[in-house]
């Protein structure tokens, strides 16, 4: 290893301790620190985030159940005001419209992996309209991922996207720095529902659990979101509902809990 690859996995050490750091009601701001920073190693203009689940599907569905339950943006793009280009691509795995470039992440599911597309499709891929509509139409000519499996039924996926071809060095930061935070990627999970919850959280929960994860009363937390107490109230319930827990040190602990 060379003296410059030491030097940016000491600072990888240092970004690993910033994002401990953050409050578990700061995931948000956490992820995107990270997102950041990782672009900025890896000479990235945009990434994103998003919590993969499996759900039963038809034993012939060439995408095994997975369904993508919520995603985040580094930065939108044009014209879309927040994460709709890339809710635009996941709508289409939805409708199982399979494009070879959903099929990637279904190599070795379940197990640590990184993969990209200059690396793993043909060069005719580049040549399709999918391509070219969803990716080269906004500045993308090559995307990075790295999967993050956290049980049998759900996994984290970090994806990258430049104006040209990632090297393996360049694949391998993006594996490393995001390989030992597992901790960091089942807080990601635990807050959008998408780990014990029995169903994944409304955009009003979320918003609710991110107070509910400081020491913010309920009243409190209905002056800060302009909701009656009562409205709160409900809502408290209904996130312990969904966690299986019956108060707030219960729901704190799935946090605390960093090796489950």
């Given amino acids: 290893m060379t003296l410059m690859d030491l030097t940016i996995q000491d600072e990888i050490h240092r970004l690993w301790d910033e994002l401990a750091d953050y409050g578990a009601n700061q995931s948000g701001e956490a992820v995107t620190r990270l997102m950041q920073r990782l672009c900025g190693y890896g000479d990235a203009w945009n990434a994103t ?26 930065q939108p793009i044009a014209p879309h005001p927040d994460e709709g280009h890339f809710r635009e691509i996941l709508r289409i795995w939805d409708r199982r419209e399979i494009d070879p470039s959903f099929l990637l992440p279904m190599r070795d599911v379940g197990k640590f992996r990184a993969y990209s597309f200059r690396r793993d499709l043909p060069e005719e891929w580049f040549e399709s309209s999918f391509y070219r ?19 049998d039924d759900s996994e984290s996926h970090f994806g990258f996207y430049s104006g040209r071809a990632f090297t393996d060095k360049e694949i391998e930061l993006f594996s490393y720095a995001l390989r030992g935070i597992k901790w960091f990627h089942r807080h990601l999970m635990l807050g959008r529902g998408l780990l014990v919850a029995s169903t994944t959280l409304t955009a009003a929960e979320r918003r609710v659990l991110n107070f509910l994860l400081t020491d913010t009363s309920e009243k409190d937390i209905g002056r800060q979101l302009s909701m009656a107490s009562s409205t709160v109230h409900q809502y408290v319930i209904q996130i312990y509902r969904k966690f299986g827990v019956n108060s707030r040190a219960g729901l704190m602990s799935l946090w605390l809990n960093r090796a489950g």
Avoid: E, K, T
């Avoid at 985030?49 to 995408?63: H, K, M, S, T, V």
């Avoid at 969803?134 to 049980?151: E, I, K, R, T, W």
């Fill in 133 to 151: 509509h969803h990716y080269a139409s906004v500045g993308v000519f090559d995307a990075a991922f790295v999967a993050f499996p956290l049980n």
């Fill in 49 to 74: 985030w998003a919590g993969a689940i499996r759900l039963d599907g038809d034993r012939d569905d060439p995408l095994g159940g997975w369904r993508v339950g919520a995603v985040q943006a580094l």
